[in-house]
């Protein structure tokens, strides 16, 4: 039996959309696919230390609003996913943009943005850790660099959105803003709005 990108994609909707904990969540995505197959890296996946990370990426978004000027016309922010070469290698990357315009079911609106920060690229360390995990699987790894990413990012986004981010540093002159991560060249999520 092989891994099948539909069953997959509505696995990660429907956990996302029971807005559980990122841990709560990640295992079950995790149980998910190892109910399909069974390989030696699920429990490595399992044991990612994520409330730090959340820590650091909270701060990591906290920080554009503290340190520039969100300008008041961005309504949607942009959170992309893509793989970008520091010290010679090739590493998940996230970065962020915001938008004057928002088309729900789209993303077509972050190919334009007005808000472009410096500082705006990040690598997390558990999408490095991620990637490392389940590059030896030659036969899945394609397969699995398209719904690991995503699921990790909308999900902790969501769960930092939800549950940690301080969103009046955000919402100084709108009632909130939308949040859509995915990959650049691909599949995407609307998150929970900043409101």
């Not at 990122?22 to 994520?50: A, C, G, M, V």
């Not at 088309?103 to 920060?117: D, F, G, L, R, T």
Request: charged share 25%; net charge negative; proline share 4%.
């Amino acid at each position: 039996m092989d891994f099948n990108h539909d069953s997959s994609w509505d696995n990660l909707l429907e956990v996302f959309n029971l807005k559980l904990s990122i841990t709560d969540s990640w295992n079950k995505i995790i149980n998910f696919h190892e109910k399909i197959i069974w390989k030696p890296y699920w429990n490595d996946l399992r044991q990612l230390e994520f409330v730090s990370e959340q820590n650091e990426i909270k701060e990591w978004l906290e920080h554009f609003v503290k340190n520039s000027d969100l300008p008041p016309s961005v309504l949607a922010l942009w959170i992309g996913i893509l793989k970008m070469e520091y010290n010679g290698k090739l590493s998940p990357t996230i970065y962020i943009v915001g938008s004057d315009t928002y088309i729900k079911n789209s993303n077509e609106w972050a190919s334009q943005p007005i808000y472009v920060p410096d500082n705006r690229y990040a690598i997390p360390g558990i999408l490095g850790q991620i990637d490392d995990i389940v590059k030896a699987d030659n036969k899945n790894y394609e397969f699995f660099d398209w719904i690991l990413p995503l699921a990790y990012c909308a999900l902790t986004f969501d769960d930092i959105i939800r549950t940690k981010l301080d969103t009046n540093l955000f919402l100084k002159s709108r009632n909130k803003i939308h949040v859509v991560t995915g990959h650049d060249s691909g599949d995407y999520l609307e998150l929970s709005c900043i409101k």
